[in-house]
């Protein structure tokens, strides 16, 4: 009973309401109700248009933000460096750790996080093109270079006949691997190729008929007596414990392995973004860098170059 008593007063409501608006369309004053009509709507999309914005503001000067962890060197940089030239600033962090730097961008790139210090340019642009993904670097910050290492050799000059060399298998890091071996002098690439893209096709000469293996880089450090030499990117000999001052030959970093800060694209203008990237330039950093770096960072020259 309650409930058709319900259905009658709202259906005699709606009768009114239609009545009383075909009254108004037949008095002659449909142009000032379509005028109200219409002022309601920008009224209403203005509003909409100040919430977003508000949102936008809100999320460009918000003051607690959440970075992907990994397990480098990169990651503890931030924290001994970065994060106090922040925290005084205001800031608060919330890290939230990753097995890996693939499941690190997915969640940069779902918005979970809001950046990460863990990779390069190159790593970046496969990451976009593989996944779709919108992630953009927006600051180089210290690298730790490749560099070509043994168990059993001490120079560069034992390579003989038949050498086994083993190289890392991701695309990015293949390509440094086989640049710095080019450095060396033990292969000749293809000037015509991209650096940046070189594979093991791309050799042109192989005078000491080199045996290559491409492998998962972080099980490399640990088959390291299996070989005659190895490339090791310097997060997995920070990972591994190994002393950087072992290298026989580090590479020339090119731009697009100087590791970055990374966003989502809708954050680069962001004023927390803004903040992050002038940290990794500032007098307190580059102090801190002068004070703790026994030669394994390179530090890009523009780094503290004056940021305008």
């Known amino acids: 009973m309650k409930n058709f008593k319900a259905y009658v007063r709202t259906t005699l409501a709606a009768s009114l309401v239609l009545t009383t608006g075909l009254l108004t369309a037949c008095s002659g004053n449909s142009s000032g109700t379509s005028t109200s009509a219409a002022a309601d709507t920008t009224t209403a999309a203005a509003s909409g248009t100040a919430d977003t914005t508000a949102a936008n503001d809100t999320t460009s000067e918000k003051k607690e933000l959440k970075y992907g962890k990994a397990a ?41 996080i809001d950046f990460n210090v863990e990779q390069h340019t190159a790593y970046a642009e496969n990451f976009n093109q593989a996944q779709n993904g919108d992630l953009i670097p927006i600051s180089p910050i210290p690298t730790v270079p490749a560099a070509i290492f043994s168990a ?26 086989y640049v710095l071996l080019q450095k060396a002098g033990w292969i000749t690439l293809n000037p015509d190729v991209d650096l940046s893209t070189v594979t093991q096709d791309d050799i042109t000469e192989n005078p000491y008929n080199i045996e290559f293996t491409e492998m998962n880089s972080t099980n490399i450090p640990g088959v390291l007596d299996d070989f005659d030499y190895a490339v090791i990117t310097g997060s997995i000999v920070y990972n591994a414990g190994m002393d950087a001052s072992t290298a026989l030959l580090q590479e020339d970093i090119l731009p697009h392995l100087l590791l970055q800060v990374v966003v989502k694209a809708e954050n680069k203008d962001a004023q927390w973004a803004k903040d992050l990237v ?27 170059v004056t940021i305008q």
């Open 278 to 304: 002038a940290a990794y330039h500032s007098d307190a950093f580059k102090e801190y860098l002068d004070k703790n770096n026994n030669g394994l960072w390179y530090v890009p020259d523009e780094l503290f």
């Open 72 to 112: 480098g060197p990169y990651t503890v940089l931030f924290e001994d460096a970065i994060r106090p030239i922040l925290e005084e600033q205001g800031y608060t962090f919330t890290e939230v750790d990753f097995s890996d730097l693939l499941q690190n961008d997915l969640a940069l790139n779902e918005g979970e």
């Open 152 to 177: 059993t050799e001490t120079s560069l000059d034992n390579i003989h006949d038949g050498a086994k060399v083993a190289v890392p298998n991701d695309a990015a890091n293949t390509a440094r691997a």
